[in-house]
């Protein structure tokens, strides 16, 4: 990176990670959990005068491996399916089924492998463009402007049945996002403070696919459940903090937020035609949004210039979301797949000492949660033996 003409600067950085895997497709015996990526980010940065700056950016990464393997340690489906025909039952254990050579398959020997129909595939795609323009109104302010459009595109390819069907599980992901940003920052002898509005626009797909090709194979297990969020937020706020003395400092914030999401999801279930797993269509299109404030307060005191201490009390706020492509039916007793937002209460006092070649921190905080969202898989006593949420 460097000067490219006059009020004109670049920067470029590549990264390459290709290493072999840590583990073994014990059925195929083809490495898993290798890595094969590329990386690359480009800045260019414009500086039209001495109050104005532009600063461009440039990012892309590709990844295509067999990373991300999901590791299970015992079958999923032993038992027989919801059919009349014998020559179906049963979705035999790996230690029911043979190796190419004639020898018989089983489990994965080491935590680190699997043995699996077929490797698991990370195939993915990302990039972003970024425009950062700063401009200085004076010498206490300052204007900045954030926008940014990100993509993402995926394919994952993982079976999780742990039996001898060939469903071949692959899971298409595509999001894309755009947001803006503005900011007004104020820095005088005595007042800091940052004044921010924020727009966020996103989509999210989520297709899951198991049974071979679903859109044509006419295998009765194939299973299709598909879904899209679409997000919008809006959000204001403020951080300040004014100087009482050179030791002592009070600070306020707050940020009011409003979003929206919609969520429609879509699932085909098997073939009723074959009496096996119904075929159940679900189309439908539900909208929901939540809005919140959340303040914060705090004071820092420093009695000489090696020791500061602090304490803050805040409240805080992570997005409502929804179960994108859940088979959840739409009825009067089931309640749409939405997840309420998550809402934090958190007090925290300590001491920052720093001197020298020294320092030390502590802390002691404490915190009230409310709806809080967490993955969970759960054992269940039918197949296939455990549920996600």
Same mark, same amino acid.
Request: without cysteine; aromatic residues 12%; glycine residues 8%.
């Given at each position: 990176?460097?000067?490219?003409?006059?009020?004109?600067?670049?920067?470029?950085?590549?990264?390459?990670?290709?290493?072999?895997?840590?583990?073994?497709?014990?059925?195929?015996?083809?490495?898993?959990?290798?890595?094969?990526?590329?990386?690359?980010?480009?800045?260019?940065?414009?500086?039209?005068?001495?109050?104005?700056?532009?600063?461009?950016?440039?990012?892309?990464?590709?990844?295509?491996?067999?990373?991300?393997?999901?590791?299970?340690?015992?079958?999923?489906?032993?038992?027989?399916?919801?059919?009349?025909?014998?020559?179906?039952?049963?979705?035999?254990?790996?230690?029911?089924?043979?190796?190419?050579?004639?020898?018989?398959?089983?489990?994965?020997?080491?935590?680190?492998?699997?043995?699996?129909? *077929? &490797?698991?595939?990370? $195939?993915?795609?990302? %990039? !972003?463009?970024? #425009?950062?323009? +700063?401009? @200085?109104? =004076? /010498?206490?302010?300052?204007?900045?402007?954030?926008?940014?459009?990100?993509?993402?595109?995926?394919?994952?390819?993982?079976?999780?049945?742990?039996?001898?069907?060939?469903?071949?599980?692959?899971?298409?992901?595509?999001?894309?996002?755009?947001?803006?940003?503005?900011?007004?920052?104020?820095?005088?002898?005595?007042?800091?403070?940052?004044?921010?509005?924020?727009?966020?626009?996103?989509?999210?797909?989520?297709?899951?696919?198991?049974?071979?090709?679903?859109?044509?194979?006419?295998?009765?297990?194939?299973?299709? *459940? &598909?879904?899209?969020? $679409?997000?919008?937020? %809006? !959000?204001?706020? #403020?951080?300040? +903090?004014? @100087?009482? =003395? /050179?030791?002592?400092?009070?600070?306020?914030?707050?940020?009011?937020?409003?979003?929206?999401?919609?969520?429609?999801?879509?699932?085909?279930?098997?073939?009723?035609?074959?009496?096996?797993?119904?075929?159940?269509?679900?189309?439908?299109?539900?909208?929901?949004?939540?809005?919140?404030?959340?303040?914060?307060?705090?004071?820092?005191?420093?009695?000489?210039?090696?020791?500061?201490?602090?304490?803050?009390?805040?409240?805080?706020?992570?997005?409502?979301?929804?179960?994108?492509?859940?088979?959840?039916?739409?009825?009067?007793?089931?309640?749409?797949?939405?997840?309420?937002?998550?809402?934090?209460?958190?007090?925290?006092?300590?001491?920052?000492?720093?001197?020298?070649?020294?320092?030390?921190?502590?802390?002691?905080?404490?915190?009230?949660?409310?709806?809080?969202?967490?993955?969970?898989?759960?054992?269940?006593?039918?197949?296939?033996?455990?549920?996600?949420?």
């Amino acid at each position: 990176g460097g000067p490219i003409a006059e009020g004109v600067r670049g920067r470029l950085a590549v990264q390459r990670i290709k290493r072999d895997g840590y583990g073994v497709n014990e059925f195929t015996g083809n490495e898993i959990d290798n890595a094969n990526q590329w990386s690359g980010r480009a800045h260019l940065e414009f500086l039209p005068s001495d109050s104005v700056n532009i600063l461009l950016t440039g990012e892309y990464h590709r990844e295509d491996d067999r990373s991300l393997a999901i590791k299970f340690r015992e079958v999923s489906f032993p038992g027989v399916l919801n059919d009349n025909i014998a020559a179906n039952d049963g979705l035999s254990a790996l230690g029911q089924r043979l190796n190419a050579d004639g020898s018989q398959a089983r489990f994965a020997t080491n935590p680190r492998n699997v043995a699996t129909n *077929f &490797d698991p595939i990370n $195939d993915r795609e990302q %990039w !972003a463009l970024t #425009a950062a323009i +700063t401009v @200085d109104a =004076s /010498d206490a302010v300052s204007i900045k402007s954030l926008t940014s459009y990100r993509s993402f595109d995926a394919i994952f390819f993982h079976d999780f049945d742990m039996s001898t069907y060939l469903g071949y599980p692959w899971q298409p992901v595509f999001q894309h996002q755009f947001s803006q940003e503005l900011q007004a920052n104020v820095d005088t002898d005595k007042f800091h403070g940052v004044f921010g509005l924020f727009y966020l626009d996103e989509q999210i797909e989520v297709e899951n696919h198991i049974g071979l090709d679903v859109l044509t194979n006419t295998d009765p297990f194939r299973v299709q *459940f &598909d879904g899209r969020l $679409d997000v919008k937020t %809006w !959000a204001a706020f #403020a951080n300040l +903090t004014y @100087d009482l =003395s /050179d030791q002592f400092s009070v600070k306020a914030g707050a940020r009011y937020s409003w979003e929206e999401r919609r969520l429609r999801n879509q699932a085909g279930l098997g073939s009723a035609a074959l009496n096996r797993l119904v075929l159940d269509p679900m189309q439908w299109d539900a909208t929901k949004s939540w809005d919140d404030f959340s303040p914060s307060l705090g004071f820092e005191f420093r009695p000489n210039d090696d020791l500061m201490l602090y304490g803050n009390w805040s409240r805080g706020f992570k997005s409502g979301t929804a179960e994108i492509g859940s088979t959840r039916k739409l009825s009067a007793t089931q309640p749409l797949p939405f997840v309420d937002p998550e809402k934090v209460e958190a007090f925290e006092v300590g001491s920052k000492y720093s001197a020298g070649a020294l320092s030390a921190n502590l802390a002691v905080f404490f915190q009230r949660l409310k709806n809080g969202q967490f993955s969970l898989t759960r054992a269940i006593p039918t197949p296939p033996f455990f549920t996600s949420t």
